[in-house]
């Protein structure tokens, strides 16, 4: 369900965290960028694990020499030097930063448990808790089941057997997508959601916890 994927990236630091020691500014400034968010194909960002050492700086600096006149300089070291900003009327240290955050990804077929969202006449809406992107789709439901009165519920021969509102929920990951971020939204449709997770709980121990005790 957790995996840490090894990242690089190249990061700006503003001239306002310069102040602070350079682990805390980066740490900072990765959390910002990648702490719940999706990556395609790696998952939701849970948090940043680790920073490995720096392999390389710039400074993008922007000294006056004089009231109207001014120059722009670009630096590149092997690691970053202190220096006197308050000689810049800018100033920006991009690094190149590999890193590694912890990140949501279930693999297919895995088991996970939660608890029923939503319900309605497409299926269930799981969560997780932290990730909310969860459907159960109509065929992937115990067969047969029916929907009344705002909930599903299997018929188990002549036992019915109903799914309820924060039911604790075990279910089985069928798949996990991706979707393109659309270029147009209508008003009224859903928040879109960058990673979908297609669950099912049409198999033997699945389903409720409930039923199964």
Known sequence: MFFLS?????????????????????QGELEKLFVDKVIA??????????????????????MVLRPIRYKKMFVTCSLPKKLNVASFTSFILILQVDFRLIMFRPFEGEILSGKVDASDANGLRLSVGFFKDI????????????????????????VELTIEQDDEIRFRVHKISYPPIPLEQEKDSEAFAPMVITASIDFDGLGPISWWV
């Open 41 to 62: 194909q790696l998952g939701l960002c849970i948090s940043v694990y680790d920073i490995n050492p720096l392999r390389e700086a710039s400074y993008l600096l922007e």
């Open 6 to 26: 090894l990242v690089e990236h190249t990061l700006r630091l503003p001239p306002h965290l310069l102040s602070l020691p350079l682990p805390e500014a980066i």
């Open 135 to 158: 459907s159960v789709p109509v065929h992937l439901l115990p067969n047969p089941s029916k929907f009344e009165d705002g909930r599903w519920t299997w018929m188990y021969g002549e």
